[in-house]
């Protein structure tokens, strides 16, 4: 069972990569190791280099730009389907049952030892139709005991069956999506190269809750100095907070 972890546990998998073209090929990659993401700061949607998708999959587009909606029609994100930030564990599983009526021992439970968050995970065939099977993992905060954040990763960890392709192509789908929802202008990036993948979307509502998608894989350096993505899993979060999650944190000046 892999360990969930809140965004911004793993900064370093933001850190920018070297500038120079950026590209990606559908060939498949090794097994990933499940990690997520801080929120990166924010760049003009286009502005980032493209992930150009595989042969049969739609191409990321490099001039998709996000038209500022009207203050009161901000996309707001408040959870994810009928679980919402600040519930908790036993009315989101509720949620999870009223979403997807699972069996029960189908929801598994995990703890997170350095973080002290605790979370239920779920295995969703079709998550995203045709997509594949995704594992959805709703994590409750350290002193709150709510929930704070919801992920869903697809991989061949999740699906056995799982492709490059089909990855390129849940990416393509879900940032399309996004784009079209009406998250503030100012807090949305796309295609964003980052150590260890790209940030399809990021989007943020007037509450600064966010939605992150990342496209995590291996680089290679090819011809004409292009760096190349083999996609090994998806990555799609919903934060309540990333800026100041509720996690465990050692008291100033204990050590």
Same mark, same amino acid.
């Given at each position: ?39 990166? #700061?924010?760049? %003009?949607?286009? &502005?980032?280099?493209? /992930? @150009? ?5 739609? *191409?990321? +587009? ?21 679980? #919402?930030?600040? %519930?908790?564990? &036993?009315?989101?599983? /509720? @949620? ?5 009526? *699972?069996? +029960? ?151």
């Amino acid at each position: 069972m892999r360990k969930i972890y809140l965004l911004p546990a793993l900064v370093g998998l933001l850190t920018t990569v070297a500038a120079g073209p950026l590209a990606a090929q559908g060939a498949q990659g090794a097994t990933p190791k499940q990690k997520a993401a801080a929120a990166p #700061k924010a760049v %003009a949607a286009g &502005a980032s280099p493209t /992930a @150009a998708a595989p042969a049969g999959a739609t *191409p990321a +587009a490099s001039g998709e730009t996000a038209t500022a909606p009207a203050d009161d029609k901000i996309k707001a994100i408040d959870g994810f389907r009928s679980a #919402k930030f600040g %519930a908790n564990e &036993a009315d989101v599983r /509720a @949620a999870i049952t009223k979403d997807f009526n *699972p069996k +029960a021992d189908a929801i598994k439970s995990q703890d997170n030892p350095s973080e002290l968050t605790h979370s239920v995970l779920l295995s969703v065939p079709d998550l995203l139709p045709n997509g594949g099977t995704a594992e959805l993992s709703y994590v409750f905060g350290y002193k709150s005991k709510s929930l704070i954040q919801i992920g869903a990763v697809w991989s061949k960890g999740t699906d056995a069956a799982m492709t490059a392709e089909k990855l390129f192509s849940n990416a393509n789908i879900l940032r399309a999506h996004f784009l079209s929802e009406g998250f503030k202008p100012d807090s949305i990036a796309v295609n964003m190269p980052v150590n260890g993948g790209i940030v399809m979307f990021r989007g943020s509502d007037a509450k600064d809750h966010s939605v992150i998608l990342l496209l995590q894989g291996t680089f290679e350096n090819k011809e004409n100095n292009q760096r190349v993505l083999t996609p090994t899993s998806l990555l799609l979060f919903y934060v309540a907070d990333a800026k100041s999650p509720d996690v465990f944190k050692l008291p100033p000046g204990q050590f």
